[in-house]
């Protein structure tokens, strides 16, 4: 078995080979004068079992074409399998057409990553589960929630409710009321005006006087999150903890997150979180363990 980084998130590509007891494979990663990504596996993998650690988070089309790349030249190496372990999916919220003459990218990202070699796909927390079957090659689906859980346990809130952020997000907010000593729950009709802009408009539920628990896939620009905040302190929330495996952390994500009426927003690192990016609220827990158990 051989690990491998690419640049996206080597931090934690370390974490898991420690937790394997096994090192980091060298790699030679270069770039070119016009953006050309070179990648060079500095020993032999034939006949091996790779595994390629590489979310495809900010800037998504060079680390995807990263991966693409990587997966290339471990099949050109002989490689046995190739198992592209992507933890944070990029395009996936692209998983249909909601209008006519759209692209389906995460499809096409599906395609791709196939038809550069990949014999296995390792992901967590897809955005849409159905993502699995755009693939015709084993897909392992694993979850950061019980990481996060498991944390949130450890803080004995009181007087939980489990927030769905959206209508979309309501059976990952079930799955997560239940191992919560099967807290409610209560779910946030959003709206959206257009991409990037969440506008919200209504709750199904109780959080009065309660700890509200929202919880999301992702934070990206923090619209929908800080957003549902507002709305469960106005509902008369007692404390707000918001929790998303996924850190995209866009634009204003911090600011948001950082001035609103959130007591801890808790996140994992499969992208990781730059310093410019940490902020007093914000607690970053490791899913390497996850990660590692899978491969
Ligand atoms: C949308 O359906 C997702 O689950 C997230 O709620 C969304 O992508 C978060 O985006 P933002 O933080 O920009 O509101």
Do not use: W
Request: hydrophobic residues 45%.
């Amino acid at each position: 078995l051989r690990l491998f980084a690419g640049s996206a998130n080597v931090p934690l590509a370390q974490e898991v080979a420690r937790y394997l007891g096994m090192d980091v494979g060298p790699m030679i990663r270069k770039q070119f004068a016009d953006g050309e990504i070179y990648i060079q596996i500095q020993e032999s993998i034939r006949g091996c079992d790779v595994y390629l650690i590489q979310p495809c988070c900010n800037p998504v089309n060079a680390h995807l074409m990263e991966l693409l790349i990587m997966i290339d030249a471990c099949r050109r190496a002989s490689a046995r399998q190739i198992t592209a372990v992507i933890p944070y999916y990029g395009y996936a919220r692209a998983d249909r057409k909601t209008a006519g003459r759209e692209s389906i990218a995460a499809k096409l990202v599906a395609n791709l990553i196939t038809q550069a070699g990949a014999n296995r796909v390792l992901a967590m927390d897809l955005h849409s589960a159905q993502i699995q079957g755009y693939f015709d090659i084993p897909f392992d689906h694993v979850y950061g929630s019980p990481v996060i859980i498991d944390y949130l346990l450890s803080k004995e809130l009181p007087d939980l409710v489990v927030v769905s952020p959206d209508v979309g997000g309501v059976a990952r907010a079930r799955a997560f009321a239940k191992k919560l000593n099967d807290a409610p729950l209560a779910i946030i009709d959003k709206r959206r005006q257009s991409h990037n802009v969440a506008e919200v408009m209504n709750l199904i539920g109780d959080v009065k006087d309660k700890t509200a628990v929202l919880v999301d896939d992702m934070i990206d620009t923090a619209g929908t999150i800080t957003e549902g905040s507002k709305l469960l302190r106005e509902k008369g929330a007692r404390q707000i903890y918001a929790c998303a495996t996924h850190a995209v952390f866009s634009g204003p994500a911090v600011d948001r997150l950082s001035s609103g009426c959130i007591e801890e927003v808790i996140v994992t690192n499969t992208i990781p979180v730059s310093e410019n990016k940490h902020f007093e609220q914000l607690t970053v827990l490791t899913v390497a363990n996850v990660l590692g158990e899978a491969i």
